[in-house]
């Protein structure tokens, strides 16, 4: 499956973005979704995962309460929506795809480690400003 992630861009803190990623080359309902970031000097942290039908969500705590993921498997994409954006949320953001068996063992126990994942996107740059 191709990853296409969009919707990054520069914002004010406590500003809102919405990031989209649309899949292709897949069926799309049988992946496991993520999203992750890498600011500058970094390594990649996990920020978000929907398990295949969207029933089952992780995040990591510092996003709790602002970010929300969400898919629409009719449309191939998953979203995540960023609300009271911070500065420290500046970075790249990637989508990752994993074609899984057990949705609810995975978001549970595997979402938050990049290596579980077999498809990533390119990233979409959000830059968030003091």
């Known amino acids: 499956v191709q990853l296409q992630a969009s919707g990054g861009g520069l914002v004010q803190a406590g500003g809102s973005l919405r990031l989209s990623c649309a899949a292709s080359g897949g069926t799309f309902s049988s992946y496991n979704m993520g999203w992750f970031r890498q600011a500058p000097g970094k390594e990649r942290d996990f920020v978000a995962a929907?398990?295949?039908?969207?029933?089952?969500?992780l995040y990591v705590d510092s996003v709790k309460g602002r970010f929300t993921i969400s898919r629409d498997n009719a449309k191939n994409t998953v979203y995540l929506q960023m609300i009271s954006l911070k500065p420290e949320d500046t970075a790249v953001y990637y989508c990752?795809?994993?074609?899984?068996?057990?949705?609810?063992?995975?978001?549970?126990?595997?979402?938050?480690?990049?290596?579980?994942?077999?498809?990533w996107g390119q990233g979409t740059l959000v830059t968030v400003s003091s």
């Open positions: 990752a795809a994993v074609n899984a068996v057990g949705s609810y063992y995975f978001i549970a126990t595997r979402a938050r480690t990049p290596g579980r994942y077999n498809y």
């Open positions: 929907i398990s295949r039908s969207g029933g089952y969500t």
